[in-house]
């Protein structure tokens, strides 16, 4: 089992920026993919980046490329996003999730919530214009 902990979350003017952390309980860490997720108020939840168990691979939705970097540090059960150059439209909870079957991110489900083991309970993040 895996707890995950989102933090980090705030209020930032558009073209700000934040950093996003997930704490994760337990020792097995470092053999999850991990992921995050956002959704908006009266919209689906959409993937917004994945990394591999080593860092050595990530995935990221076309609408935050070049502006949101994903990090992991495995001895200390975290995960960080930093968000650079903040929009309105990336207003929305964040939420991290763990994957445990696919820590290499193979295949082309990575962007799929179902695949993902754990999830934490987000954190919102408002961007005002």
């Known amino acids: 089992q895996v707890q995950l902990v989102e933090s980090g979350g705030g209020l930032v003017q558009a073209g700000g920026s934040l950093r996003l952390s997930c704490a994760a309980s337990?020792?097995?860490?470092?053999?999850?993919?991990m992921a995050w997720f956002r959704q908006a108020p009266g919209k689906e939840r959409e993937f917004v980046v994945a990394i591999s168990w080593n860092g050595g691979t990530t995935y990221y939705a076309d609408s935050v490329k070049g502006r949101f970097t994903i990090s992991r540090d495995n001895a200390n059960n975290t995960v960080f996003l930093q968000m650079n150059s903040l929009k309105p439209e990336d207003t929305a909870v964040y939420y991290c999730?763990?994957?445990?079957?696919?820590?290499?991110?193979?295949?082309?489900?990575?962007?799929?919530?179902?695949?993902?083991?754990?999830w934490g309970q987000g954190t919102q993040v408002t961007v005002s214009s």
């Open positions: 337990g020792r097995t860490f470092s053999r999850y993919a």
């Open positions: 999730a763990a994957d445990r079957e696919n820590p290499s991110l193979d295949g082309s489900t990575w962007s799929e919530g179902i695949r993902y083991d754990y």
